[in-house]
């Protein structure tokens, strides 16, 4: 095995330097075990939720993953109405919501970032409200905005923005003056400096934000759809909740988790782009 | 390396000096303190720096580290200014950034995001060369600095040599008339040193720049230099400024053979030893 290896391995080199990266050979060669044991988790534990449900634990706690799938078919299929227009909802009031809290948090970190006595002014009152739970002031959001999406938007664009903000701020204020410096040098503008090195400089702690405030924008959302709301995924698994439908509040919580894989791999894709000068 | 060199960079743009500009830089009594709040003390780094930098002059400037020689070519390029005295870039006084300045730093500098290619057009770009003339510029000075098989590599594929060479490229892509280089091949080893200071003196020599060389290296400031002028250690002041006798054109790997050099150099270790032992006792 080892001999092999050994042999084998220049040629390779050879052929495609740019290719075989080490890191890669080394990948494969788990892959196919690990992929394994990843399944096989996932399936015992979906076998012991099989066995358990409605045997050793009530039908209506925990349902079955069965149950949910049959559930999750039929809303899918819309011989239970509502699921897509669920989904529109909640999408809706997450990208809207995620989108106004980046901007919004990016430009007041980029103002702050830039305007130190400005910052030294607004950091304690901006960390004052920080340290409010966001879900304690999802009711007063729903009094000032309505029981409609506008209420959870703004939920979620509160949350999201406190996370933009602290990345982007931190991101400003840790920046290297010397590259700045260069580019002044060449007679660049406050502008260009911003562009061509403020904004590529602070991507890594702004994807970084952006990733972790995904969940952030997604609790938000479901919080205030729990509060109150005429339709959204969080609205479902409310309701089927308070009819002790168990099946249709994980096949609600199914949906909140592909709706999440997506967020997460529409950045992961963003990322991938952006920061390609990172990689080898 | 050096053919490709006979041609002019642009045809439109003039060699500095051409039309009777006068590209010199000249300290006038600088003096510089540093910080001081209100527990911590101010630092006077530098104390009545007087010297003058003639159109197209080399100039090293040498001494021993923490001088604040590097801060001088802060003060030259306007990013930082004096406390009192004055600074003359092309006899006007300096307020803010200069323009048509060329500054190599120490460290390479290069936009880590940015293609070797990217990162030497980049001042074009900022400059507003027309995108027609950034091509032959971008692809000339990647050859001159030995980079034609990375011009697609970003910054942290490339060796600290490599480094350099790009952010020298980068530099002198637009042609500053004035060039502030900060111990620009202080990290290199020997050999690439030799070779860079050898790419620096061709350039040089075929487009004559005023040329501030800041390095702790005596052996260095004698094969490049016109003049060298000592500063002392802190507060840093004109210990004495030399002109350098090694006849030109020079041989970067051979100057130090040369009796001129061997004189100058003894004389100019001489000072900088009994800089270097004052400083200590102080």
């Known amino acids: 095995m080892t001999a092999g290896a050994t042999a084998g391995t220049p040629p390779e080199e050879l052929q495609d330097p740019a290719v075989s990266v080490p890191a890669t050979g080394g990948r494969k060669g788990l892959a ?15 076998g012991f939720w099989q066995l358990a449900g409605g045997r050793w634990i009530p039908d209506y706690m925990i349902s079955s993953p069965s149950q949910v799938a049959v559930t999750l078919w039929h809303l899918a299929a819309g011989d239970t109405p509502g699921l897509w227009g669920d989904i529109t ?6 990208v809207v919501g995620y989108a106004l809290g980046l901007v919004a948090g990016v430009a007041v970190g980029l103002l702050l970032g830039y305007w130190r006595a400005g910052a030294a002014v607004f950091n304690p009152l901006i960390a004052a409200i920080n340290g409010i739970p966001k879900i304690a002031l999802a009711p007063l959001f729903l009094i000032w905005f309505g029981i409609g999406i506008d209420s959870k938007v703004a939920i979620a664009s509160m949350s999201v923005f406190f996370v933009m903000f602290y990345n982007c701020y931190m991101g400003v204020a840790t920046m290297q003056q010397e590259l700045v410096n260069v580019l002044r040098v060449m007679g660049a503008s406050r502008w260009t400096v911003i562009r061509r090195v403020t904004l590529p400089q602070i991507t890594v702690p702004l994807l970084a934000g952006m990733k ?68 080898d | ?35 001081g709040g209100r527990r911590r003390q101010a630092v006077h780094a530098l104390c009545d720096v007087s010297f003058t930098v003639a159109d197209r002059e080399f100039c090293a400037i040498v001494g021993p580290s923490g001088c604040g020689k590097s801060t001088l070519l802060n003060l030259a390029s306007g990013l930082r200014p004096a406390t009192a005295g004055t600074v003359h870039v092309d006899n006007k006084p300096v307020r803010g950034l200069v323009p048509d300045i060329g500054y ?36 000339r000075w990647i050859s001159t600095v030995g980079l034609d098989g990375f011009r697609h590599s970003y ?25 502030l280089m900060d111990e620009p091949f202080g990290a290199l080893d020997a050999m690439t040193k030799a070779q860079m200071q050898d790419v620096l ?55 130090s053979e040369l009796p001129e050099f061997a004189r100058q150099h003894r004389a100019l270790w001489d000072m900088f030893a009994a800089e270097l032992s004052q400083g200590g006792r102080r």
Request: glycine content about 6%; some cysteine; hydrophobic content about 50%.
């Open chain 2, 104 to 139: 190599v730093t120490q460290d390479s500098n290069l936009l880590p995001w940015l293609t070797v290619q990217d990162n030497i057009r980049l001042p074009l770009q900022i400059r507003g060369v027309p995108a027609s003339e950034q091509e032959a510029l971008v692809e």
């Open chain 2, 1 to 35: 390396m050096a053919q490709a060199e006979g041609d002019p960079l642009a045809p439109r743009q003039e060699r500095a000096g051409a039309a009777g500009s006068r590209r010199g830089v000249r300290f006038d009594q600088v003096n510089l303190w540093f910080g």
């Open chain 2, 155 to 179: 910054p942290r594929q490339l060796s600290g040599g490599m480094q350099k060479r790009c952010s020298i490229a980068r530099t002198l892509v637009y042609d500053p008339p004035i060039l």
């Open chain 1, 32 to 46: 196919w075990g690990t992929q394994v044991l990843r399944v096989a988790v996932f399936a015992v534990i979906l």
């Open chain 1, 89 to 94: 909802t909640t999408a809706e009031e997450l």
């Open chain 2, 201 to 255: 003196l061709q350039l040089w020599e075929e487009r004559p720049k005023t040329v501030l060389f800041v390095t702790h290296d005596l052996s260095e400031a004698l094969t490049l230099a016109d003049k060298v002028v000592v500063i002392t250690s802190r507060p840093g002041r004109v210990r004495d400024v030399v002109t350098v006798d090694v006849p030109r054109p020079r041989d970067v790997f051979h100057a």
């Open chain 1, 212 to 279: 972790a405030s995904v969940p952030f924008a997604m609790i938000g959302v479901i919080v205030g759809e729990f509060i109150a709301a005429q339709r959204g995924v969080g609205y479902l698994i409310d309701t089927a909740t308070q009819n002790f439908d168990s099946a249709t509040v994980f096949a609600g919580i199914v949906v909140l988790m592909i709706m999440m894989i997506i967020g997460m791999m529409l950045i992961a894709l963003v990322e991938k782009r952006v920061l390609r000068w990172q990689r």
